[in-house]
């Protein structure tokens, strides 16, 4: 009796797992726009983002095969979900490396987190995606912090501001189907699909749309298009997947909320950029909304039963 006694609950274990999941996944998302950044300078956007896919493709495929994941590909039950997953978010990183040629990697970043308000207003209705008053405030608290920084002096926004705000409108949608696809079959298969897809719409796009970039340039870039490709597109997003499918979409986006502060952070120390005062100021409700949340969702304490 005893022994049952100190294993923790499964669900309890669930949540647990599904936390630790986004404090990693969120300390690589805050360096990406970073790495990204110094790939679309170099060799334009689409080139970029499909540089980098085809070396999370390639690892996903050896991954995919160590792992003896290729019976999935043949699960056509998930075929839905896996082609709905790789549109919204080909589409959603389109977006972002599009807007890094527009606006900073703080407002890419910021602007993202934004996801919270539009995964409430899309997904809050939802069984089991609602959000309480208390959060509700966290949520109303964060965003404008959001908004704060984004519009320190004027209401004015830039191109690359509106193109991650698109992004951030898909994000939760496209959380949704992956969440889904993932009671099918496994992160990888979802990673490696939805790589594998994108990368034929993203060859067209760059063809049509930006100059082709030289090897050497290429080349010069290879440390960020691995940071980003095996970084951003497999490890943090496994996490992420893995979060989905332990969490409320509604709880993962509020839990990842530090990490457009963190970006800051990160574009202060290594692009000598410091932050206006104003958006050191809209950082307190950010920090005070996340508390909320994290404190409100996190599990009670639940009463002993004999089951």
């Known amino acids: 009796m005893s022994h049952n006694r100190l294993s923790p609950p499964p669900v309890a274990a669930k949540t647990w797992q599904g936390e630790a999941f986004v404090f990693g996944l969120s300390l690589i998302e805050a360096a990406f726009p970073l790495f990204a950044m110094f790939t679309v300078t170099a060799l ?58 527009y606006t900073t990697p703080s407002h890419v970043m910021i602007i993202l987190f934004l996801q919270v308000l ?70 990888e298969t979802i990673l490696f699909v939805r790589s594998l897809i994108a990368l034929p719409f993203l060859y067209v796009l760059a063809l049509f749309l930006e100059p082709s970039p030289s090897w050497q340039a290429i080349q010069t870039q290879w440390l960020w298009l691995f940071l980003t490709g095996f970084l951003v597109f497999i490890v943090a997003k496994l996490m992420w997947i893995e979060a989905l499918h332990r969490l409320p979409i509604t709880k993962v986006n509020a839990l990842f909320a530090f990490s457009p502060l963190l970006t800051i952070l990160l574009v202060y120390l290594f692009l000598d950029q410091s932050p206006a005062w104003i958006q050191l100021f809209g950082a307190l409700p950010i920090v005070i909304g996340s508390i909320l949340l994290t404190r409100a969702i996190s599990p009670a304490p639940t009463q002993q039963n004999s089951n």
């Open 44 to 101: 334009g956007a689409i080139h970029a983002y499909f540089y980098s896919l085809i070396i999370a493709t390639i690892l996903l495929a050896v991954w995919v095969v160590l792992r003896k994941k290729t019976s999935e590909l043949h699960f056509r039950h998930a075929y839905k979900n896996l082609a709905l997953t790789s549109l919204f978010i080909t589409t959603l990183f389109s977006l972002v490396f599009i807007a890094l040629q």
């Open 118 to 187: 539009f995964s409430y207003l899309f997904l809050g209705r939802r069984s089991q995606e609602t959000l309480p008053k208390v959060h509700l405030a966290g949520v109303f608290l964060m965003t404008l912090g959001a908004m704060i920084i984004l519009f320190p002096s004027d209401l004015k926004i830039n191109p690359g501001d509106y193109l991650v705000l698109l992004a951030a409108m898909i994000a939760p949608i496209a959380n949704l189907y992956q969440k889904r696809a993932r009671q099918q079959v496994s992160s």
